[in-house]
């Protein structure tokens, strides 16, 4: 909902009236507008006002004594003629006028003439005894109080004509349990339903444009509201901080006819609706929701109150988050902010009491922004949310953005980052280790403030970022990359706990194949320089480190965890059998690619096999170590041989011929077993 002044109770009134006023000078043949020449003329039993100059008649009241109207009225049904005859001419009944039947306690039933047009301002009102009502399709309006405090009417219809249902037209009502609306309502106002409280469930059609604040207030059994895609205002002309339209603590589901994207748009809140519902959206219940890509933004209280709501992705394209969107979504777990959301207005995820991950993907500076997660003495939203990420493009980290979040025990700030403003991470008191990326360039006041288990900051950058005083307590150890204290201690950083590393990275320094030979390592502290050489044993040579480099001996500075293996040769390549006979074995150089210079491999045959050599395994590649490389055979059953055999004829003769087996065919061809042609 837009922020909105609060206005006096008599100033809305009296703006109200102008409006009236307005309509009624816009509008032939409203309300006032009308005008009578004959004034109470007793008619079969009933009271009218007539109009010469167009023939028609409006129903009067019975009497008005003492200020009270129709006091010694026992009518207990009214049937309301299309026309009456008065002097000779005809006058038509198009009006049932203010007052008319006030205070007729006794009355139970009515029935309206045709012509009706419209039922003047508390022309019913406190027809206790009134039952039932069919409002003819002719009527085009009713005024204010027309039908309160009716409290034996249970249904109502609106006709399709009437385009608003007036303030306190069914106030009071307190035995209606069903209201269909006529298509061509726009605006239902203030109290028109106040106290209807047998009404559980309610269909506002597309159309209706307005609700009025109280509208339905005090129905205490409504628990199902269906809003149309054509609502543009919902407890407007409220007095007060309480703009509600319903009573908002009873209805539980809000059915919605339009689509997420219309609902986003909304400029009133739901919770003029209800405080706590489950959201429907063309039938289907809004949980785990994914908002389509083109929204660009979400109005403020969108989803206030919104009990269903578990899970939200918001598309790339949101721009702007207004107030309160997801004020009170008690099951809201995790969140992700776009990266060109540009505006996030406050309270976004007060009484998110279930909210406990989120993603922040937001690359630059927003142009509106309010601390979404932290608000001083209030419930804060920070103190719970265990998981905190940013995306890789994030540049710019705001003020005060994870204020008390003493939950987080670890945060990672990824390389993109250029800016961490002040009071980032104030008061998280869970944090034990932050390591600031190379690229961040300003690091503004309290930063890490009050971030009491820190034990130390890992600095990358190598040229001192800008500080801007007080940005963690000066114990805290900052870790610098080597090389840089001069420089470090040339800013303000001077005020500050700096230093190197005191402990060692892990570090593993070894030979490849230790039978060839050893490594010696001196040295070794962070920021040290660690001596590295190597002792061959006989036989062998040392050829180059693991990393590439040749040098020997060597000097490494440690700065990261760090694994370097000495590599020696000569290699020793075998070729074997597959029974682990040698075949060969040859002595090669590093990347030197092993080539087997024997006959090829055979494989005996057996009674249902013959073998052909297929290859080595593994597969043969540039020499880096001692390696085995294995034949394989491909297998060849004989039957599929003698199968394979084929020469368009009968059958074939199959004989051993020095002890080989030969497939003789009936052409004279002569096969061996392997199906080779032999003549």
Not at 94 to 117: P, W
Not at 290 to 298: A, F, K, N, R
């Amino acid at each position: 909902m837009k922020n909105r002044l609060i206005t006096p109770a008599y100033m809305v009134e009296k703006t109200k009236l102008l409006v009236l006023l307005l309509v009624f000078i816009l509008s032939a043949g409203t309300v006032y507008s009308w005008n009578y020449d004959y004034g109470r003329i007793s008619i079969d039993g009933l009271f009218y006002n007539l109009n010469k100059s167009d023939l028609t008649a409006e129903v009067s009241y019975q009497s008005y004594s003492n200020y009270v109207y129709n006091a010694d009225c026992t009518i207990t049904s009214v049937s309301i003629p299309n026309s009456v005859v008065y002097e000779g001419k005809t006058y038509r009944v198009t009006r049932i006028g203010d007052n008319a039947f006030k205070n007729c306690y006794s009355l139970e039933s009515v029935s309206f003439g045709e012509n009706i047009v419209h039922i003047g301002e508390q022309a019913f009102i406190n027809c206790s005894s009134l039952k039932s009502i069919i409002l003819p399709e002719s009527l085009e309006s009713f005024g204010r109080c027309a039908f309160q405090g009716c409290t034996s009417l249970r249904t109502v219809i609106i006709p399709d004509r009437v385009k608003t249902i007036s303030a306190h037209a069914f106030n009071s009502c307190s035995s209606i349990n069903s209201i269909t609306i006529g298509k061509n309502v726009q605006s239902i106002e203030y109290k028109a339903f106040y106290g209807c409280k047998g009404l559980s469930s309610l269909v506002i059609p597309e159309g209706v444009l307005n609700i009025e604040y109280d509208a339905f207030k005090a129905c205490s059994n409504l628990t199902s509201v269906t809003i149309p895609k054509s609502i543009i205002s919902i407890g407007e002309y409220g007095s007060s901080d309480n703009y509600s339209a319903f009573n908002t603590n009873v209805v539980k589901t809000i059915y919605y006819t339009g689509n997420i994207a219309d609902w986003c748009r909304k400029t009133w809140g739901p919770q003029y609706v209800s405080t706590n519902y489950k959201l429907y959206i063309n039938g289907i219940l809004q949980q785990n929701i994914t908002l389509p890509d083109g929204i660009t933004s979400i109005a403020s209280s969108a989803f206030r109150g919104c009990k269903s709501l578990t899970h939200i992705t918001l598309p790339n394209s949101i721009v702007s988050v207004r107030n309160g969107a997801f004020y009170d979504c008690a099951d809201l777990a995790s969140i992700t902010i776009p990266a060109n959301v540009d505006t996030l207005g406050n309270y976004v995820f007060k009484g998110c009491v279930s909210l406990t991950t989120v993603r922040w993907n937001v690359k630059k500076r927003m142009a509106e922004m309010s601390t979404p997660f932290y608000k001083k003495d209030d419930f804060n939203i920070s103190k719970q949310i265990v998981s905190f990420t940013f995306g890789d493009e994030v540049e710019y980290i705001p003020p005060y953005l994870c204020q008390e979040m003493n939950k987080l025990t670890s945060i990672e700030i990824p390389n993109s980052v250029t800016f961490i403003q002040g009071g980032a991470f104030l008061n998280c008191s869970g944090l034990t280790s932050v390591t600031i990326p190379s690229g961040v360039a300003y690091i503004f006041r309290w930063a890490f403030k009050g971030c009491s288990r820190l034990k130390e900051i890992n600095m990358l950058p190598e040229t001192p970022p800008y500080e801007d005083d007080d940005i963690v307590d000066t114990r805290v150890p900052i870790y610098i990359p080597c090389g840089t204290l001069d420089a470090y201690l040339a800013t303000k950083w001077s005020n500050y706990n700096i230093q190197y590393q005191p402990y060692p990275f892990k570090f593993n320094i070894s030979s490849q194949e230790p039978y060839k030979g050893s490594v010696i390592s001196q040295g070794g502290n962070t920021c040290e320089n660690l001596s590295l050489s190597t002792v061959p044993n006989e036989g062998y040579y040392f050829v180059q480190w693991s990393d590439g480099i040749t040098d020997n001996p060597r000097t490494i500075v440690v700065t990261k965890d760090t694994t370097i293996s000495a590599i020696f040769g000569p290699f020793h390549v075998t070729f074997v059998d597959d029974n682990d006979t040698i075949l060969s074995s040859q002595v090669y150089e590093y990347g030197a690619i092993p080539i087997y210079n024997g006959a090829t491999p055979t494989k005996t045959e057996d009674e249902t096999y013959t073998y052909t050599f297929k290859g080595w395994t593994p597969e043969i590649v540039p020499v880096m170590e001692d390696v085995t490389y294995t034949a394989m055979y491909t297998a060849t059953k004989k039957t599929d041989a003698i199968d394979n055999v084929t020469d368009n004829t009968t059958i074939p003769i199959r004989y051993m011929d020095n002890g080989n087996i030969y497939i003789l065919l009936p052409s004279g061809k002569k096969y061996s077993i392997l199906g080779e042609l032999v003549n």
